[in-house]
């Protein structure tokens, strides 16, 4: 069940602290625009961010969506995750 709301802001703030948390290399600060692959992020912790989205959400994005555009950053990320939930039945909160 896909929840009827999601704070983008929030969305992008808990994504933010999962990779501080789980990124396998770097120790600088992450925020929504830090390039995932200057963050440490490989392609197994992506992965684990892709697990922690469908775990959440109940919603696997689809593989065709994970393009280096739409993985470049949290933000991308957030958006493009918001973007599918949104065309295929959820709502999220303003772009935040």
Do not use: W
Request: negative net charge; proline residues 4%; charged residues 30%.
């Amino acid at each position: 069940m896909i929840p009827k709301k999601i704070d983008a802001a929030e969305l992008r703030h808990e994504l933010c602290a999962f990779v501080a948390d789980n990124r396998q290399d770097g120790d600088g600060p992450v925020d929504e625009d830090t390039p995932l692959s200057e963050a440490g992020i490989d392609s197994f912790t992506l992965l684990e961010i892709l697990l922690f989205l469908e775990r959440k959400y109940e919603a696997r994005l689809p593989l065709e969506l994970l393009t280096r555009e739409n993985t470049r950053s949290i933000a991308t990320l957030t958006d493009c995750y918001l973007d599918f939930l949104e065309r295929n039945g959820a709502k999220s909160a303003a772009n935040g």
